[in-house]
């Protein structure tokens, strides 16, 4: 979705009548883009990305059969086995697309993309006049409806999320775009160059740091999309910053050494007064038990972890294991 903000605000400040088409619900066609969307008009010009192209020509026909003054309309497709195949798509399958004017969304909806903020739209698919009506969403302490929690619940995840759910005003459609996960990498090295560029391929960014200070500034500065990873053991360095960490509620905090090494870092957290709750939120040792012995093994394990931990999943993790480490 993001990828479409620069296109979307052309289109608008064109006056072109264009579309905004992802899916509201689907069955089938394996692994997938959970982000992916596509703008297009009923000339038949498409941008972005959704199902490898194969529904395109359909919903460029619904674009051209648009009634003057709709707000929305949801299309039913569905791909078989041997379409599929063409389109270089796992399996066949079938989605229900919600096709959106682009004038019926918000102008704020793109800006807070292109700024890479966490943010959600929640758009009405009740019938009636506010059919296809749709609002931004922020992550917000106390949700008010529904509509604020599930978008909190999906944000919360730090990856591109989408629900459909009935609220206290009908049936909502929930899109979640947070802000996507910053590796704060402490230290410096082989492994950290490694860990870099498994974000990258990941599409998250990545900073090195080699002091508390400037760990601490950086931790804060993208508090809502940070992840720290320590690989330094100079303990003027790691401990100040690990506890900077988890006082800023960053979700995952990790750090890399053999167990003497944790068992030196959770003393000096101790001893700076963190509690018990906050020193089991560390990941030390770091990463999930892959067996990972080579740097490229190891950042592979340390980026899993992240994964896993971000979208709340229980894993198996080098900290949960007794044996020793490779």
Known sequence: ????????????????????????????????????????????????SLYRGVFDAELVAEAGAWTPGATARVCEVSVGADEAVGAKLTCGGRAEILLQPLAAVPAEWWQLLDEGVGVALV???????????????????EPTNDAERRAGELLATRRPGRDALYGQSGLVFVEAYPSAPHLVIGGSGELAEIIARQAQLLEWG?????????????LAARRDAACLVMLSHDPEFDVPTLRAALALGIPYVGALGSRKTTARRREGLEAAGVTEAELARVHGPIGLDLGARTPAETA???????????????????RDSDGPLR
């Open 1 to 48: 979705m993001r990828e479409l903000v620069e296109t979307a605000r052309q289109w608008a400040a064109e006056g072109r009548a264009g579309f905004l088409a992802r899916p509201v619900a689907e069955q089938g066609f394996g692994p997938r883009d959970p982000a992916g969307a596509l703008l297009l008009d009923a000339r038949g010009h498409c941008v972005g």
């Open 206 to 218: 990545a900073d090195f740091v080699t002091g508390a200070a400037e760990a601490e500034k950086l």
């Open 123 to 141: 758009t009405r698919l009740n019938e009636g006049a506010d059919h296809g009506v749709s609002e931004v969403v922020r992550a917000v302490d």
């Open 300 to 318: 592979l394990a340390i980026c899993a972890e992240i994964l896993a931990v971000l979208g709340g999943h229980d894993v198996r993790a080098l």
